[in-house]
T-cell receptor
Framework: ELKVEQNPLFLSMQEGKNYTIYCNYS?????LYWYRQDPGKSLESLFV?????AVKQEGRLMASLDTKARLSTLHITAAVHDLSATYFC????????????FGAGTILRVKS | DTEVTQTPKHLVMGMTNKKSLKCEQH?????MYWYKQKAKKPPELMFV???????INESVPSRFSPECPNSSLLNLHLHALQPEDSALYLC??????????????FGPGTRLTVL
């Protein structure tokens, strides 16, 4: 059974600082997704990572995937308050029906 | 049209009521999903429809009954719910398995409160 572990679960950052969120998963998968969720809102797709070594960047966020290590990272550069949200990674299980398993989520708070 | 819509936004119901949640997408996606999300938790998959057929049922209690009338529409029928069923119910859609992308697009959700 696929397990997805995210850490840290809570991250309080100062504006302008850098930090990384980690997403480890237990069995082979070639697809990993990062989502953002604002309080009381739905999930917004941030990145789709489809192969080993994939790197995607959007603004101050950069995501990467190492399928051999079963690890994805979400790196935050020079954080700003607007990045405060909960970030989830989700891993494709390969099961028919495109089932994803979500990590527990990282609550990010950026303080000015 | 690149969005998933859900109605209603909020729903309050008693334990003896019957109600339905509705989800619609016009992106040509052939896989649609229902998730339940409790506060400060990740979404939990409930059901998956692929090409209008139920392909995954994650052992959800029978008081939740999904329906996929056509490729654009997904319903969740609710009956005799319990207070612990109060949650945010999210619908999502994607291209079905086998596609290289499979990105799931989520609707805004229905906030359900069971009294």
């Amino acid at each position: 059974e696929l397990k997805v572990e995210q850490n840290p679960l809570f991250l309080s950052m100062q504006e302008g600082k850098n930090y990384t969120i980690y997403c480890n998963y237990s069995t082979t998968s070639d697809r990993l997704y990062w989502y953002r969720q604002d309080p009381g809102k739905s999930l917004e797709s941030l990145f789709v990572l489809l192969s080993n070594g994939a790197v995607k960047q959007e603004g101050r966020l950069m995501a990467s995937l190492d399928t051999k290590a079963r690890l994805s990272t979400l790196h935050i550069t020079a954080a700003v308050h607007d990045l405060s949200a909960t970030y989830f990674c989700a891993v494709y299980t390969g099961e028919y029906g495109n089932k994803l398993v979500f990590g527990a989520g990282t609550i990010l708070r950026v303080k000015s | 049209d690149t969005e998933v819509t859900q109605t209603p936004k909020h729903l309050v119901m008693g334990m003896t009521n019957k109600k339905s949640l509705k989800c619609e997408q016009h992106m040509g996606h052939r896989a649609m999903y229902w998730y339940k999300q409790k506060a400060k938790k990740p979404p939990e998959l409930m059901f998956v429809y692929s090409y209008e057929k139920l392909s995954i049922n994650e052992s959800v209690p029978s008081r939740f009954s999904p329906e996929c009338p056509n490729s654009s529409l997904l319903n969740l029928h609710l009956h005799a719910l319990q207070p612990e069923d109060s949650a945010l119910y999210l619908c999502a859609s994607s291209y079905p398995g086998g596609s290289s992308y499979n990105e799931q697009f989520f609707g805004p959700g229905t906030r359900l409160t069971v009294l």
